[in-house]
């Protein structure tokens, strides 16, 4: 049987695992780690049509692997620290047509990695931080054909890089302050929120000027790498982090409770939308829908609601009091499907359920299965596959189910399965094959 999907689940019986979906059963692929012990398969990117993620088997420690939706054609990518301790792959991002990930063979430290999903082709990119000093690439961001990333040196702190693949091709780009030690503040100072727009890169950073939170934009070069903005206010610890979403070729982002725009340029760096400063009116949740960004905001007169916009001030507006008053209705796993927008809310009356808008107040309404023959709450954990959705939620045996909805059809099927199975800590990482 060939799975069109696959996702990490437990069955009580075998451990948390590789199972597949043919879009109405669910069945174990491979017991990676035979019994009850667990693989934890992770990370899935698709890449060529086959999906690599990390697991471990119980013998080679966590690795590389991959599947095509076969127990047959489901392997061991490469065994990159050999002996049973893993390389642990992690952050895996596709980039023009391979994947790279940190991993640590056991020689260099925690390296840049890259795969074309085969063992021969799958290599340390560069030694960046030399015999067993790691450099933890984070932010791994596909821009173009290239990949942009931190890391961690002893010359330079931790910087902007950037890497085609190739060792002469993985060069820093800058270095925001300068030097070998990073200031000991316990701020988000450090590069971070990497967000692709076009061939260019955007983020926030600090270079030792100014506010801690600056936002900035970058070519791949020094001298193309510049301060857009100073003083974002970025501290998640307090309930404000700034939030960096892609539109077509614009950027959106919040600076507080308001929502602005960037071309990329300090002069195209514009206030959008002045939200109310009022508790957590801020806006959040964004999500790129077609050419308009989504967005959870509050006016101060209704609750955090759905708000759409164009980039313009009168474009900008709320799509649906789903929540009449001024409670909000607690909007969340915003998902783009077939040109719909997915989300879960609660109106205050049904409880929370799955959600769907075309962009409209008459198109915003609550999902509900056409062919009545599906019953399911507390909809979680939305994840687009194709033109399919799928979710998490309890069924009406009052178990955590696998559903998936048709939005052609407007059916919603709970995967069928022999055992019942559970997502280990309730979060569903599936990708299609």
Do not use: C
């Amino acid at each position: 049987m060939k799975a069109s999907a696959v996702f990490a689940a437990t069955d009580g019986t075998h451990g948390n695992e590789l199972w597949g979906t043919d879009g109405r059963r669910a069945f174990l692929l491979r017991d990676m780690a035979p019994g009850s012990a667990s693989s934890e398969p992770a990370e899935f990117v698709e890449l060529n049509g086959r999906v690599l993620f990390s697991a471990d088997d119980g013998v080679h420690g966590r690795e590389l692997w991959s599947t095509d939706g076969t127990p047959a054609g489901t392997r061991l990518v490469a065994d990159i620290s050999p002996g049973g301790e893993g390389s642990s792959p992690m952050s895996l991002t596709v980039v023009d047509g391979q994947v790279f990930f940190q991993a640590n063979d056991g020689q260099h430290g925690a390296e840049l990695w890259v795969s074309d999903g085969t063992a021969a082709g799958t290599h340390m990119v560069k030694d960046i931080g030399g015999p067993m000093t790691g450099v933890y690439p984070y932010n791994l961001t596909a821009v173009g054909d290239e990949l942009f990333f931190s890391a961690t040196d002893s010359e330079h702190g931790r910087a902007l890089w950037r890497s085609d693949g190739t060792e002469a091709g993985t060069m820093l780009v800058k270095d925001f302050y300068p030097g070998p030690f990073d200031p000991p503040v316990p701020l988000p100072i450090f590069p971070a929120h990497f967000t692709a727009v076009d061939d260019q890169l955007f983020l926030t950073a600090w270079d030792g000027a100014g506010s801690y939170s600056q936002l900035w934009v970058t070519d791949g070069t020094e001298e193309g790498t510049v301060r857009l903005y100073d003083g974002l206010g970025d501290n998640p610890r307090i309930g404000r982090p700034v939030v960096l979403t892609a539109v077509e070729d614009t950027l959106f982002f919040n600076r507080g409770e308001d929502l602005w725009k960037s071309d990329g340029t300090p002069e195209g760096t514009v206030l959008v939308k002045d939200f109310p400063s009022a508790g957590f009116s801020l806006p959040s949740r964004f999500s790129a829908f077609g050419d308009r960004i989504a967005l959870v905001a509050s006016n101060g007169e209704h609750g955090a609601e759905l708000w759409i916009s164009d980039g313009t001030a009168q474009g900008t507006r709320m799509v649906k009091d789903i929540a009449p008053g001024g409670e909000g209705s607690g909007i969340g796993d915003f998902t783009v499907v077939d040109e719909l927008l997915f989300f879960t809310a609660d109106d205050g009356i049904h409880g929370r359920g799955l959600w769907m808008s075309d962009g409209t107040e008459a198109g915003t309404r609550m999902v509900t299965d056409r062919s009545h023959d599906t019953t399911w709450t507390q909809p979680t954990n939305l994840r687009a596959v194709g033109d399919s959705l799928y979710f998490s939620a309890t069924d009406a045996n009052q178990a955590v189910a696998l559903f998936r909805l048709d939005s052609d059809r407007g059916e919603v099927t709970q995967l069928a399965s022999t055992q019942p199975i559970s997502l280990l800590y309730g979060t569903l990482q599936i990708a299609g094959v």
